[in-house]
């Protein structure tokens, strides 16, 4: 058939979308357990604002606050996680030997 459903809209739409995906294959790569996202909802029913945790490997990542959907929140959360673990693993790759710390 020819209908259109909406899995056709969503696919166009997550391709904006891809943190979620890529923080997925991540953690498949690295051996992880699957990225955790909590929600949490603020504000009034009709207009709540939300914001995400993502749980990756025990470290949680916050998503930036004041999303009008849940979908969009998990997503900052887990670009968030995203850029933080590329900072490390640049860290990781630069830094050859161990760092003593002095003082």
């Known amino acids: 058939g020819h209908m259109m459903t909406s899995t056709d809209v969503s696919s166009g739409v997550s391709n ?11 953690a498949q790569k690295y051996k992880l357990p699957t990225p ?4 949490v909802k603020e504000g ?3 207009k709540s604002l939300f ?10 990542y916050n998503s930036l606050p ?3 959907n849940r979908k ?9 996680a ?9 860290l990781s790759q630069c830094v050859s030997q161990p760092v003593h710390e002095t003082g």
Do not use: M, N, W
Not at 36 to 39: A, L
């Open 36 to 39: 955790v996202y909590e929600i």
């Open 66 to 68: 004041g999303f009008f």
């Open 44 to 46: 009034p029913s009709h």
């Open 82 to 90: 995203l850029r933080e673990l590329a900072k490390s693993s640049e």
């Open 16 to 26: 904006c979308y891809v943190f979620k995906s890529r923080l997925q294959e991540y």
């Open 51 to 60: 914001q995400s945790t993502v749980i990756l490997d025990g470290v949680r």
């Open 72 to 80: 969009a929140a998990e997503q900052s959360a887990a670009e968030v």
